[in-house]
């Protein structure tokens, strides 16, 4: 038994105190990847300082027409929220293919947002990993890397962010609000998560003693053409092999904006701006959709297990490019588009 504190904030100004307060002390949400974490040996935080009770967990629509979503609302609240339903639904999607109903219903924006890989060797302590213990070695290089990244790996590290929710917030170009000793900050999405480098222990750019307040959702939400496309290994339950968030503008059978996020394939959500803007002006036919993969893929790399992926990621970038444009999302069947 390894002893930590706890204490219980009742303001965010009094989190961010004890957080400052107490070096190696970390904020405590729904618990559901923090405690799986503390119970392996993973983490071992000298105190928890529970912020579950904030008033983090409203949904509220801002003056410049998009949504502010408090950093404590449930990711079932969210995916079932009216407007976020109505107007950004490829983030309902996402959410509702994470993990399961009951930790859905635990999880938060932040703990969703801070919720660390899933590579086998980070949760086995009895091996190398360098983003569990720097300068130890990574384990997946050469190990069973089969969930392991294809894009955007080091010599360091190969590990992919799990969240299905933050590929969906790629997509929608999000912000994260966050506040700590030195005040308010807004991050944008693309520079929240970090690739490994050489600092695989570092996963995003917040602050140590910064706690996420919110994230903040800019108006348009591509709720005509988007679609969020998952594939695992079982239909529930799992986390992604590879998914693809996309939100598409048409007109006139041709695309105006486009804009996809690949989940597990990356130490962070991918986007590809070049492959975007290829796609722009171009009809939306499997012929433009294929260009677009195989530029968002051209500097793929597998590690044995995981070529796979490559190919995998290829297809359903082109699968999810096209369910967007004929906006059936997540349909079952591939026909042609008309
Ligand atoms: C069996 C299982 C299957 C899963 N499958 C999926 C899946 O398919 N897809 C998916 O996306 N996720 C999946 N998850 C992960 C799940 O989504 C996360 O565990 C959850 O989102 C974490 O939220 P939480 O509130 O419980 O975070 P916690 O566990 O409380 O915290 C996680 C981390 O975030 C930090 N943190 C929390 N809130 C804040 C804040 N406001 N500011 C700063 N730091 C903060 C904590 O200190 C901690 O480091 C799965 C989890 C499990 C256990
Ligand atoms: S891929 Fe990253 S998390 Fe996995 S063993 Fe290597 S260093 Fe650790």
Known sequence: ?????????????????????????????GGT???????????????????????????EETPAGGLRVGALVRNTDLAYHPVVERRYPVL???????????LRNMASVGGNLLQRTRCAYF????TPCNKREPGSGCSALAGLNRMNAILGTSDDCIAVHPSD???ALAVLEAKILATGPRGDRI????????????????????????????IELPLGGFEKHYTY????????????????????ELEGGRIGQARFALGGVAHKPWRDAG????????????????????????????????????????????????????????????????
């Open 187 to 214: 991050i944008a999405f693309a520079d929240f998560h970090r690739l490994p480098g050489d600092r695989p222990q570092q996963d995003n750019t917040l602050e140590a003693d910064e706690l996420v307040t919110g």
């Open 123 to 126: 949760y086995d302590v009895a």
């Open 165 to 167: 929710m933050c590929v």
């Open 1 to 29: 038994m390894i002893n930590f504190q706890y204490a219980r904030a009742d303001s965010v100004a009094e989190a961010v105190r004890l957080k400052a307060a107490t070096p190696g002390a970390k904020f405590l949400a």
């Open 92 to 102: 309902s999607r996402a959410l509702l293919a994470g993990a399961s109903q009951q």
């Open 33 to 59: 990847n923090l405690v799986d974490l503390m119970k392996m040996d993973v983490e071992r935080p000298v105190a928890l300082i529970d912020v579950s009770r904030l008033p983090l967990d409203r949904v």
């Open 275 to 338: 492959a975007e803007a290829a796609l722009s002006g171009q009809p939306a036919t499997e012929a433009s959709f294929a260009e677009a993969a195989a530029l968002a893929l051209r500097d793929a790399k597998g590690f044995g297990h995981n070529n796979f992926k490559i190919g995998l990621a290829h297809r359903a970038i082109i699968r999810a490019l096209s369910q967007a444009a004929r906006g059936t999302p997540q349909s079952q069947s591939d026909k042609k588009i008309a």
């Open 229 to 248: 496309l998952k594939i695992r290994d079982r239909l529930s339950y799992a986390f992604a092999l590879v998914s693809v968030a996309v939100g598409l």
